[in-house]
Nanobody, 125 residues
Framework: QVHFVESGGGLVQPGGSLRLSCTTSGFRLDHDAIGWFRQAPGKAREGVSCITSTGIADYADSVKGRFTISRDPADDTVYLQMNMLKPEDTAVYYC???????????????????WGQGTQVTVSS
């Protein structure tokens, strides 16, 4: 059975950093793509980043240059390093299996079968 558990969220000031972790069980990072999504109150869920089974990572324009996704296949954990955080990054962040879609030079991400329960990130002074 597949389980994803996110951690690392919290309250941070604008310009600060956080690192989110997604610990997986019953799942192999070298078998499927996994990524991060977020949902702010009153807004639609947004795909943030997706990394393939071979380690190719893509990002939404809203986070490019500030967020970095990485993975540790040894313990099947995925990370999201978030730097230069802005108030508009405030949301519940979820990890999920994903699919990357590209239209022109922009990337979009679809969540697929498995999701974690989410971790709250609040950026505020």
């Amino acid at each position: 059975q597949v389980h994803f558990v996110e951690s690392g969220g919290g309250l941070v000031q604008p310009g600060g950093s956080l690192r989110l972790s997604c610990t997986t069980s019953g799942f192999r990072l070298d078998h499927d793509a996994i990524g991060w999504f977020r949902q702010a109150p009153g807004k639609a869920r947004e795909g943030v980043s997706c990394i393939t089974s071979t380690g190719i990572a893509d990002y939404a324009d809203s986070v490019k240059g500030r967020f970095t996704i990485s993975r540790d296949p040894a313990d099947d954990t995925v990370y999201l390093q978030m730097n230069m955080l802005k108030p508009e990054d405030t949301a519940v962040y979820y990890c999920a299996t994903c699919r990357t879609l590209k239209f022109g030079d922009k990337y979009y991400f679809e969540g697929r079968d498995y999701w974690g329960q989410g971790t709250q990130v609040t950026v505020s002074s």
